[in-house]
């Protein structure tokens, strides 16, 4: 079985603040997605990283893929309240194996 | 535009009793998966389909059963319900072959078992 091993489990941070979040293996993934997942809701996408090396931004959060696709990181710029949630990573060995997920970090952001 | 429909939204049981969780998609996804969210466990993978007639089994199968008849439909069974079954229940759907196909996940279905 893949692991995906998530850091930190909980991170409260005041709104403006920076933070990463990180998501490691012993394995190669061939692709990474990061998930959001509010209270109540199932987990929203927010990227995917295919590439050893990829970085993506989407508006303040920043991922990047390791190079050796074992591991992943997520970069949020100056946090607001609204980026509180529990944010996921999931790994795929290939096109039709299942979706592996970590356990999450739970983010709280203070106004 | 409903995606994955998941239904009920809570449900209470007694030990013992039977239940199907529904879950229906309407975007044509060949997989479908079945998933449990409990408290510090992250997503677990119960049971997964690639397609019709095809059901596999993840990573914690034991006390649910799946059948997928036709590709819209992949209800999941507890044939005989167990308190270690309370949990947060998520449906999901994506198109089978590129790895880095969009997950569609349902709201979710609460289950607890008394």
């Known amino acids: 079985t893949q692991l995906l091993e998530q850091s930190p489990q909980f991170l409260s941070i005041q709104e403006g603040e920076n933070l990463t979040v990180y998501c490691n293996s012993s394995?190669?993934?061939?692709?990474l997605q990061w998930y959001r997942q509010e209270p109540g809701e199932g987990p929203v996408l927010l990227v995917t990283?295919?590439?050893?090396?990829e970085v993506k931004k989407l508006k303040r959060l920043t991922f990047q893929f390791g190079d050796a696709r074992k591991d992943s990181s997520l970069h949020i710029t100056a946090a607001q309240p609204g980026d509180t949630g529990l944010y996921l990573c999931?790994?795929?060995?290939?096109?039709?194996?299942?979706?592996?997920f970590g356990k999450g970090t739970r983010l709280s952001v203070i106004a | 535009n409903a995606g994955v429909t998941q239904t009920p939204k809570f449900q209470v049981l007694k030990t013992g009793q039977s239940m199907t969780l529904q879950c229906a998609q309407d975007?044509?996804?060949?997989?479908m998966s079945w998933y449990r969210q409990d408290p510090g466990m992250g997503l677990r993978l119960i049971h997964y389909?690639?397609?019709?007639?095809?059901?596999d089994q993840g990573e914690v199968p034991n006390g649910y059963n799946v059948s997928r008849s036709t590709t819209e439909d992949f209800p999941l069974r507890l044939l005989s319900a167990a308190p270690s079954q309370t949990s947060v229940y998520f449906c999901?759907?994506?198109?089978?072959?590129?790895?880095?196909?969009?997950?569609?996940f349902g709201e979710g279905s609460w289950l607890t078992v008394v």
């Open positions: 999901a759907s994506r198109r089978q072959g590129r790895t880095g196909n969009t997950i569609y």
């Open positions: 394995s190669v993934f061939s692709s």
């Open positions: 990283v295919v590439t050893g090396g």
């Open positions: 999931a790994g795929r060995n290939s096109g039709n194996t299942p979706l592996v």
């Open positions: 975007m044509n996804h060949e997989y």
């Open positions: 389909s690639v397609g019709a007639g095809i059901t």
